[in-house]
């Protein structure tokens, strides 16, 4: 049985704001973010960054990202952090990146919260540091970012950072896995699998790994046909009547 690295697999993409300014075209955009409005200089530059009703143009994604961040904006601030990420626009510089990433984390952004946890935990433009990967992870955590708890659940399952307890880390797994993270219904369908954490029930790993292998996560379909030798066709047409009937539950 595997147990991915799922941290270094997951991406991170510009955020914008749910706001009827998503709708207005560039030039109402423009116009408002000219006279200082921040959140439309925040949806200009993601529109820029995006190529969203316009050809892609860093250069006037980092303007307003820029201006936004400068007023405090926290998600301006998280996509000023990707682009130094990334290298998009500006040359790549992670400890720029990390800047505007702590910035926005500091105000509450869970996105931020999450790569700030990634940087800690791989020491990408940072030292490694896992008990700073473990406060950030948890951060965002508490406020129901689904891959924030699938890391934080990691950590307690292998104790990096942290006393190994697998019991929280199943709590963690489940958690995100009832968001539908499918790394998270994995590793909670290994965790029924082996019995680590939890009292083994296997018939329960099934209809986890299910889930996951419905989502093409690399490692379930092992999972699954490893399973298929062991349980009952009625064990097994039951989880799989859950797993098609099962719906996530946002947080």
Not at 99 to 116: H, P
Not at 174 to 189: F, I, K, T
Request: proline share 4%; glycine share 8%.
């Amino acid at each position: 049985m595997t147990r991915a690295n799922v941290a270094g697999l997951l991406l991170v993409a510009w955020m914008w704001f749910p706001s009827a300014s998503w709708a207005e075209s560039l030039e109402e955009l423009t116009q408002r973010a000219t006279q200082g409005d921040v959140k439309a200089q925040t949806t200009l530059g993601t529109k820029y960054a995006e190529g969203i009703n316009t050809p892609v143009d860093y250069h006037q994604a980092l303007k307003w990202f820029k201006s936004a961040a400068e007023h405090g904006n926290a998600v301006a601030e998280y996509n000023l952090g990707l682009m130094y990420i990334h290298g998009e626009g500006v040359p790549l510089n992670l400890k720029e990146a990390k800047k505007w990433f702590l910035k926005s984390a500091e105000r509450g952004d869970t996105e931020a919260q999450f790569v700030l946890g990634l940087m800690y935990a791989d020491g990408d433009g940072v030292p490694r540091h896992y008990h700073e990967a473990h406060k950030w992870f948890r951060l965002a955590a508490e406020h129901g970012h689904p891959s924030a708890q699938l890391n934080l659940g990691l950590m307690y399952l292998r104790g990096d950072g942290v006393k190994k307890q697998p019991d929280e880390a199943v709590k963690w797994f489940r958690m995100a896995a009832e968001q539908g993270n499918p790394h998270a219904q994995y590793e909670l369908g290994l965790c029924y699998a082996l019995g680590d954490g939890i009292s083994a029930d296997k018939p329960e790993a099934y209809f986890w790994f299910a889930l996951a292998a419905a989502e093409r996560q690399a490692y379930a379909h092992l999972e699954l046909d490893k399973l298929e030798q062991e349980l009952s066709p009625a064990q097994i047409t039951a989880a799989q009547k859950r797993a098609a009937e099962w719906q996530p539950v946002l947080q």
